[in-house]
């Protein structure tokens, strides 16, 4: 598997810079542009994969698989306290993030992978457009969209900033899933950035 750049752990003292973290004044001005992203097939932007805490590949190319997530990544190594036995939760194996939400609340591309999300895709993933049980098709593969939240933490906001935080974890950035969707492997396969994300 080809990743663009070799593992870089983040910089935590330039990730939580406050200048680069946008108001809600800014957030909500993204709104209008966020609305509008495709919602039946988009593209996917980037790839990521986290081979340790706080540790980011970028990835041309990626294998999923019922048992990493994204090959590679530590999903399954991360105990959660919302799954049964605390052990990785078998909801959450890949998050997709809003190419639009990201570029709203993070800013450059560059800074995306600090969000901790696989897969970056322009497309709607609002829980009206992508309700749970709803399917992906991305490359070979295909996920599923789970009921399960995914919210902002401390490490959102300290990386984004507090009103970011806010935004995404209520009102319509809760709606549009500006903070991002969890999904289960349905069907492993291979996805490259570029890659076309269908609803099936």
Request: proline letters at 6%.
């Amino acid at each position: 598997m080809n990743a663009s750049a070799e593992t870089t752990a983040v910089a935590e003292a330039a990730s939580s810079d406050p200048t680069l973290h946008r108001s809600t004044a800014e957030l909500e001005a993204a709104l209008p542009h966020i609305r509008e992203a495709p919602g039946s097939t988009g593209t996917i932007e980037l790839i990521v994969r986290r081979p340790g805490e706080d540790a980011r590949e970028v990835l041309d190319v990626a294998e999923i698989n019922d048992a990493e997530g994204v090959a590679g990544d530590t999903w399954n190594q991360r105990g959660s306290p919302s799954s049964a036995d605390g052990g990785p939760h078998p909801d959450a194996q890949i998050t997709i993030m809003s190419t639009r939400a990201a570029a709203a609340v993070i800013g450059p591309v560059e800074r995306w992978p600090l969000a901790g999300d696989q897969i970056y895709a322009d497309l709607d993933i609002s829980h009206e457009t992508l309700p749970a049980g709803a399917q992906l098709r991305l490359g070979d593969a295909v996920l599923e969209v789970t009921a399960k939240p995914h919210r902002g933490c401390a490490k959102f906001a300290a990386r984004f900033g507090r009103d970011a935080l806010r935004f995404v974890n209520t009102g319509e950035g809760r709606d549009l899933r500006m903070r991002g969707v969890n999904c289960r492997v349905v069907q492993p396969g291979t996805v490259r950035a570029g890659d076309a994300i269908t609803r099936l």
